[in-house]
């Protein structure tokens, strides 16, 4: 357990600690400042201190916690322009089966500024409950103030287990709640299940480079949590005569406490979409140079795809990074994968493998990818691509 001390003959109550600690823990009595109970034990004011009067002191814990104290599956609902993620909804479908598997309820958590509408939602794509915090503070992600209303919520109804999409955001914010609240995170995960015997969280994530498939467990501290990737888990149906119960908490800091201040954005160049992509063309190793990508792109453009690639193709420069596909790129669920000159690692298959038809174009009949394949063309792919767009062309009009 944490400790925040204080020495009293040493502050000077110069209040510089006041306005460092982003919770609003720290608050003066008399001339001496004085820890409250939002404090979580971030360390940010100890190095601050001019006079060295604050010590952060770690003990050891003889029984851990509680654990029979923390019940029911949490998802956290990302969202942006009040827009659900679709890797949440994702979520809540594989939640509803750990809550079933424990017995409990599956509840979703809520950050944000006039977001209840997403409440409703989550409710109807299959939470129980959601643990609503709103305050402008919040109008935009920013890690302080959404780890610190999530912090609240997690300490005061303390959840066995809480799960994040494994999105720029998610990564960001659930390694900074980990933190806050002392526990374990097990990041990119791609498969989560319930232990029948010991009823703990199964986190099964590549290691090793994709090699193997490590599943870990988190035995002694609560809550249980992990990052999940986009497109790993199918999209739940939604049900719009679902209710459920909103509990809302306010925010326990106010804008004075957050670092980070947002000025502008900035709208980036356009890049591929292909988390959303219902077809996708990939080139691998056996496309040979990055013109050859040409014949990939055509395909794409005739079914109205997206160009896909390997890391292979990637490593070698022929095309940009947000076209990889696999353990080190992009996981996808697309309704057609279609892969050309890939022979299909293990770490191009964790990204596509849920694809619902994948066909695969290799002149090696040996090659990985025809074992995962729903069609499969063992030729050489600048034959059987341009024919395969041809006939396509003439069927579509094109």
């Keep these: 357990m944490a400790r925040l001390l204080i020495d009293e003959e040493t502050c000077t109550g110069c209040e510089a600690c006041l306005d460092e600690c982003p919770f609003g823990a720290l608050e003066m009595r008399g001339n001496l400042a004085r820890v409250n109970e939002k404090c979580t034990f971030c360390g940010a004011c100890v190095d601050l201190c001019p006079v060295e009067a604050i010590v952060l002191e770690k003990e050891e814990k003889e029984g851990e916690v ?63 409950m959601v643990y609503l915090t709103e305050s402008p503070v919040l109008k935009e992600y920013r890690t302080d103030s959404y780890s610190a209303g999530a912090a609240n919520l997690i300490k005061k109804y303390k959840p066995e287990i809480v799960i994040f999409g494994a999105t720029t955001q998610g990564r960001d914010f659930a390694g900074t709640v980990a933190t806050t609240i002392e526990t374990g995170l097990t990041a990119d995960c791609t498969g989560l299940d319930i232990d029948p015997e010991t009823t703990l969280l199964r986190q099964t994530r590549p290691a090793f480079g994709g090699n193997i498939m490590a599943t870990i467990l988190c035995p002694r501290h609560r809550p249980q949590m992990a990052t999940v990737r986009p497109k790993v888990f199918a999209m739940p149906e939604k049900d719009d005569s679902r209710t459920g119960e909103i509990i809302r908490e306010q925010l326990p800091i106010g804008e004075d406490k957050v670092r980070t201040h947002i000025l502008d954005f900035i709208q980036g160049a356009e890049t591929v979409n292909l988390v959303d992509a219902e077809i996708i063309v990939s080139g691998g190793r056996g496309v040979g140079g990055p013109e050859n990508f040409a014949v990939i792109r055509e395909l794409a453009d005739v079914l109205g795809g997206a160009v896909g690639a390997s890391r292979a193709a990637v490593d070698a420069g022929w095309i940009p990074y947000e076209h990889q596909v696999g353990q080190t790129g992009r996981t996808v669920r697309p309704k057609i994968y279609i892969a050309c000159g890939i022979s299909g690692s293990i770490q191009h298959q964790a990204g596509m493998k849920t ?12 090659a990985p990818i025809f074992k995962i394949a729903t069609y499969g063309i063992v030729a050489d792919l600048f034959q059987a691509v341009p024919k395969v767009t041809k006939e396509l062309k003439a069927r579509l009009g094109r």
């Design 66 to 128: 509680d654990i029979n104290q923390y019940k029911d599956v949490w998802v956290f609902i990302e969202h942006k322009s009040r827009r659900i993620a679709n890797v949440s909804f994702e979520l809540l479908g594989e939640g509803r089966k750990l809550a079933n598997a424990l017995g409990c309820k599956l509840s979703a958590m809520l950050l944000g500024d006039g977001v209840e509408e997403c409440a409703r939602e989550a409710i109807q794509y299959g939470a129980d």
């Design 355 to 366: 694809s619902d038809i994948i066909v695969a174009i290799n002149k090696d009949p040996e």
